[in-house]
């Protein structure tokens, strides 16, 4: 098993001092190595290049992984683990989920994701040079959950089931199906009734798609319960 574990906060909060005081000997990857040279150390941005730092980045953290799960002691089964760790200000979900999207693909018994929000209360200087307007912005749109959650991922095989409190008085013309997958390429309609709707789930959806699927959901049918696995194919 190895733990990816993503430290969050705006700039000059400390994450990568953090988290190299923390994980003594763990990798650290950042976007912010993008524009440092590896010999001198110099820091030059440039902000026309910040979508190619975060794709090197995660690029970088893959192939690190990549390797890791092939060391004997990580091996399906090998009882090892190991730790990796990303130091970017992922202020919004969104910026997460590649990085999700990463663990689903190599497969969730094998990497663990783990998020950790940075505080700056020790008046940390930001040596980027990043503005202060700039960083009051990233403040303003930070976005962070604090509830647990209950759903596990979407899978291959699943049926997935949506109560609508509400009955629908013709269930040919359930409100928001042809909505609903318009966006969910990969499901179908296995059942509908005046209280409920089922679908199945024929291809694995990645992080993204899943959070995305049950957003349109709650979006569509917003008197429903939650989008809820029913069984997996077996």
């Not at 409190?165 to 359930?174: M, S, V």
């Not at 179908?188 to 798609?209: A, C, N, R």
Request: hydrophobic share 35%; charged share 25%; aromatic share 8%.
């Amino acid at each position: 098993m190895i733990h990816l574990i993503l430290f969050r906060g705006l700039p000059g909060s400390g994450k990568t001092t953090l988290a190299n005081l923390l994980l003594p000997g763990a990798r650290v990857f950042s976007a912010d190595d993008y524009f440092t040279d590896p010999a001198s150390g110099e820091y030059k941005f440039d902000g026309e290049k910040t979508k190619e730092a975060h794709q090197d980045c995660q690029r970088r953290v893959r192939e690190c992984l990549e390797r890791m799960l092939k060391a004997p002691q990580l091996k399906r089964g090998g009882g090892g683990a190991g730790i990796v760790a990303v130091a970017n200000t992922f202020t919004q979900e969104w910026e997460l989920t590649p990085y999700y999207d990463m663990a689903w693909d190599l497969g969730s018994d094998r990497v663990q994701v783990h998020s950790a929000v940075v505080e700056n209360r020790h008046q940390g200087q930001n040596i980027h040079g990043v503005p202060s307007e700039a960083i009051s912005k990233m403040a303003r749109r930070f976005e962070i959950s604090l509830s647990p959650t209950s759903e596990r991922p979407l899978v291959a095989g699943d049926e997935c089931l949506v109560r609508y409190k509400t009955p629908a008085l013709n269930t040919l013309t359930f409100p928001g199906v042809d909505e609903v997958l318009r966006d969910m390429p990969g499901w179908k309609v296995e059942s509908i009734d005046s209280f409920s709707i089922t679908f199945s789930v024929l291809s694995q959806p990645t992080y993204q798609d899943d959070r995305k699927i049950r957003r349109r959901l709650a979006e569509l049918f917003p008197e429903d319960g939650p989008a809820e696995p029913k069984k997996t194919q077996g």
